[in-house]
């Protein structure tokens, strides 16, 4: 999908505060609050704005724990990785799950309330993904930055 600069800005503008109304994207965008929104459900429809979601203070919802947790398989066979890759999308404590190069395959943000709910799901992974070979954690000893917004500059790179 080609984007112009218009939106450009409304993506930059949605990913700080997607509950901002039409009225008040089109007065930072310069254009009409109709044509704002046949933008934005266009971008919508066409997936480049997957989902519109909160950001939540994980102190206040009980979830102040966050591991970063990298995982080694055994054979990366397309059938073994699709299944743990489907275990893992599962799993409502990894916040995220990336494939990755290097010395381990995938590298996982899991957050959990306490040591023993993360302990609970590491056993449960090993039980049910034989394929996984071991993992290593890192517990995060503070929060420094936590956001999923990605730049998007306003002219498009050549």
Same mark, same amino acid.
């Given at each position: ?11 930059? %503008? ?10 008040? *994207?089109? !007065? ?8 704002? =929104? ?7 429809? =066409? ?6 979601? /909160? ?24 059938? *073994? %990785?699709?299944? *743990?890759?489907?275990?893992?999308? !599962? =799993?409502? @404590?990894?916040? @995220?799950?990336? $494939?990755?190069?290097? !010395? ?21 992974? %090993? =039980?049910?993904? /034989?394929?996984? +070979?071991? $993992? ?8 420094? +930055? ?11 790179? !050549?």
């Amino acid at each position: 999908m080609q984007l112009d600069r218009f939106d450009r800005q409304l993506l930059n %503008l949605v990913q700080q505060d997607s509950s901002l109304a039409a009225e008040r *994207l089109a !007065e930072q965008v310069a254009l009409s609050p109709s044509a704002i =929104q046949r933008r934005l459900r266009r971008m919508r429809e =066409q997936g480049v704005i997957m989902r519109d979601a /909160a950001v939540l203070d994980p102190v206040q919802v009980g979830r102040p724990n966050f591991f970063i947790v990298s995982l080694e398989v055994e054979r990366e066979r397309p059938e *073994l %990785l699709a299944q *743990l890759r489907s275990w893992l999308n !599962e =799993q409502e @404590q990894i916040q @995220q799950a990336f $494939y990755v190069t290097g !010395e381990v395959d995938f590298v996982l943000i899991v957050t959990a309330p306490h040591m023993e709910a993360f302990e609970a799901l590491m056993s449960r992974l %090993l =039980q049910e993904n /034989a394929n996984v +070979k071991r $993992y290593t954690t890192n517990v995060a000893l503070g929060l420094v +930055k936590r956001g999923l917004s990605i730049p998007v500059p306003l002219e498009e790179a !050549e």
